[in-house]
C-alpha cells in the first residue's frame, strides 16, 4: 500500500453544477481522510487534495465510476501541485471567470424521494408543489447567468428559511446547495385565476384546479418551462372545444399520467419505452394503443400512436393524482395558439391564452428560459428524437474534436440553433416554426441566453442557403453587423454532416447521404427533398435525386395535397380521370387554373421533394386533401400502411435520376382493382425503401464508400426505417441513424455549426452554392 503523502489539483468539466456534486466531494473526501478544498468555477469544479498516494488513487476511482445521477464527468485532469497544509476538507465559494464556460443541467423530473416526501403527510414538504433536491427539479429554466448558485437564478428573490438554509449548507444533506431549495413557509406559491381574479390558492387553488378539469373545463396551468393547456382526456367534449380554440383541428394532443401503471391501461409499454417514461429526462413517448376506447378519440384522431409522458414535476403529480371519479389522464398541450412559441411569462398568458382558457394555475417561480416537452419514439430499442428540449436541452454534445466558437441558427421550420464551443455542440432547446415575430423573438432571446452563459462570442455565423428563412436573414445580418464570415450550408449537405456528427465520425470521413424531407433549398434554385449525397464537412456531391416535378403555388401547394397528386400524375403523362380523388377534391375552376399553371410553367418550382411525393400518394388515394399541420399526410399514409405487406411497385434510375413515374401506374390499377388502401400503402413504403438501396448500390459500385446516413424528416417515419435498414444491412452497408439529435430539421443546425467550424478550420469562407 501506497503511503507517500501527496498534493493534486483535480479540474473537472462536464455537469458538475447544481447536481450535488460539491457535496459527493465532501464525503469522498472524508471517507478517504483526505483534506483540502473543492470549489466551483466559472468552467469547472476544482478540487485541491492532500493525503496518502493510495486514498488519492481511491478517491480518483469513485469519483469517475460513482457519480452522483444528474451529474456527468467530460474530462479529469489531474495536475500535482504544492502542499498548502490544510486543516480539513472544505467547501469554498464559487470562482467567477468571465472567460470560461461550462455545461449545464438539463431540468430534470422529480426524483424518488421527493416524491416520497411530495406524499409523506409527516414530512414538511407534504404536498409542496415545488419540492426538490440536488438530484432533480428546475436547473435551465431557472438560470440567469453562471455559476450556477441561487442569486443568479430566478429563486434569488426567496429568502430561505432557517430551516432551509440548515439543509442548504449542511454537506451530507441531500438538499446541499440545492439552489432551488424551498418549502411552504419561505418558496414559492401557486395560485387558481379566473378573468384575472385569483380566488383560491395553496392547497385550495390545486383542488379547485382539480374540479374545473373534472367538470370539462380547460386550464392554463404554469409549469416547469412554460405553460400547458389542459383537460380532461376522457371527455371528447372537452378535447374538442381546445382543438376549436387552440385552433388545431387534427395535430394529436400530448397525454400526461399520474403513473406508468395508467398508461399501460391505453398503451403497450416496451421496457426500454417504460424506462424513458420514467427517467429523469421524462419525455413524451409515442407508444403503441393497447386499447383507445378509454380515451376520447380525437386526441389523437387517425394515429397509430399515442405520445404520452408522466407528471414530472411535483404540481403534476398532484394535478393527475388519482381519485374516484378524477379522469385517469390528462391532455397537456403546450400553452400557445397554433404556431407561437409556448407562454412562459404570468403577463404573456393571461393575453395570449386568456380566450383558450377558462381559468389558469399560475405560481411565482419566475421562468427564465421557456422551453417545450421533449417528444421521442423507439427505434431498434433505442431512443430516437422527434423533439429535443426538455431534459435534453442545453446538455452540451460532445464532439470529437476541439471547435472554434460558431453559431448555427437552423432552419425555418422546427427551429433549433447551435453553438459551439471546445468540444461542445450546444444544441438548443425546441424553437419551434419560424414564421411569425413571436418565434423569432423566441430565437433571438434564446441565442443571447446561450451566449451569455456559456461565455461564446461566435468567430462565425452558419445558416441555410434559403434567402427567405427568418433565421438566414438574422444571419446574414448579424454577419454583416459584427462583421463576421457568414457560412451558408446547402440544407442536405447539414443534414448528412448532422447524422455523421451525431454518430461521432472523423471531420473527413466520406459518406452516402439518403437525405429525405419535405423542402431544402437547392444549390441549383430548385426544391430539393429526395437525395442522395456523397459527402463529409468539407463538402458534397449529388449524385443521385428523385425527378423534378413541378409544385403548383410553391409552398402554398403543401397545405392541399391534391394538387400535388394531380401535378405528379401529370408530370408522369397521365390522364386526370375524373373518378379520381384528387380531382373530385377540386372544382371544374380549381383544375382548370392548375392544368394552365403547369403548362405554362406559372409560379411552379420544381421540387425533387421526397416528402410531396409521400403527400402526392395520400392525395391521390384520398387519404387527406387538406392538411392542418406539417407531414399530416405523409403520417396518415404511414399509420394506414399494411406494415406486412411485401409487394413492389415498379420505378426506374436513369443515370442520377430516381423516376417514379410506372409507380403512379401500378398504384392507380391497384386502386381501380379495388385493392385496401392499406395494402397500396404497404406497397408504397416497400417501393420507397428498394429505390434507396438500388440508388445506394449504384453510388457504392462507382465511389468505394459503403457507410449510408438517413437524415431528413421523413425519416421519423419508423415504418421506413423499419423497411430500409435490414435491406441495406442485408447488402452490407454500415447505416448511421440518428442517436443524440432529431433527424427533422430541428437537428440541421449541428451540421451548420460542423461545415463552419471546418471553414473556419481551413480558413475558408466561401459560401455554398455561390
Known sequence: MNVEAVAVRVLVRGIVQGVGFRPFIYSLA?????????????????????????????????????????????????????????????????????????????????????????????????????????????????????????????????????????????????????????????????????????????????????????????????????FHLACDATNPQAVQTLRERKQRSDKPFALMAFDTKTIEEYCLISPQEKEWLESRFAPIVLLQPRQPEGLAANVAPRQRRLGFMLAYTPLHLLLTEPEEGYPPVLVMTSGNLSDEPIAYRDDQARRQLASLADAFLFHNREIHMRVDDSVVQSHRSKLYFIRRSRGFAPDGLMINQDLPPVLAVGAELKNAFCLTRGQYAFLSHYIGDMENYETFQSFEEGISHYERVFQIKPQAIASDLHPDYLATRYAIQRARDQNLPLVQVQHHHAHLVSCLGDNQFPAEQQAIGVILDGTGYGSDGAIWGGEFLLGNRAGFQRWMHLKYVPLPGGDAATRRVSRIALAHLWSAGLDWEADLPPVEALCEEERTILRTQLEHRINTPLTSSMGRLFDAVAGLLGIRDRITYEGQAAIELENLADEHETGIYPFSINKDEIDPSMLWEAILADWRNGLSLAVIAGRFHNTVAQIILDAVQSIREISGVNIVALSGGVWQNSLLLKKTIPLLEKSSFEVLTHQRVPANDGGIALGQALVAADQLHSSSFVQEGS
Not at 69 to 93: C, G, H, Y
Not at 114 to 120: A, T
Not at 161 to 182: K, L, S
Not at 189 to 200: I, L, N, Y
Open 30 to 226: 472524508q471517507k478517504y481522510h483526505l483534506k483540502g478544498w473543492v470549489r466551483n468555477t466559472s468552467g469547472n469544479v476544482e478540487i485541491h487534495l492532500e493525503g496518502t498516494s493510495n486514498h488519492v488513487d481511491q478517491f480518483l476511482f469513485e469519483l469517475q465510476n460513482r457519480l452522483p445521477p444528474l451529474a456527468r464527468v467530460d474530462s479529469l485532469q489531474v495536475i500535482n501541485t504544492l502542499p498548502e497544509n490544510p486543516d480539513d476538507f472544505r467547501i469554498l465559494s464559487s470562482q467567477s471567470d468571465p472567460t470560461q464556460f461550462q455545461p449545464i443541467s438539463p431540468d430534470t423530473a422529480i426524483c424518488a424521494d421527493c416524491r416520497r416526501e411530495l406524499f409523506d403527510p409527516a414530512n414538511r414538504r407534504f404536498r409542496y408543489p415545488f419540492i426538490n433536491c440536488t438530484n432533480c427539479g428546475p436547473r435551465f429554466t431557472i438560470i440567469q447567468s453562471l455559476p450556477y448558485d441561487r442569486p443568479n437564478t430566478t429563486m434569488a428573490g426567496f429568502e430561505m428559511c432557517d430551516t432551509c438554509r440548515e439543509e442548504y449548507q449542511n454537506p451530507q444533506d441531500r438538499r446541499f446547495h440545492a439552489q432551488p431549495i424551498a418549502c411552504p413557509e419561505c418558496g414559492p406559491q401557486v395560485w387558481f385565476e379566473v378573468e384575472g381574479r385569483p380566488t383560491a390558492c395553496k392547497e385550495a387553488a390545486i383542488q379547485t384546479a382539480r374540479e374545473w378539469i373534472k367538470q370539462g373545463k380547460i386550464l392554463a396551468i404554469k409549469g416547469l418551462g412554460g
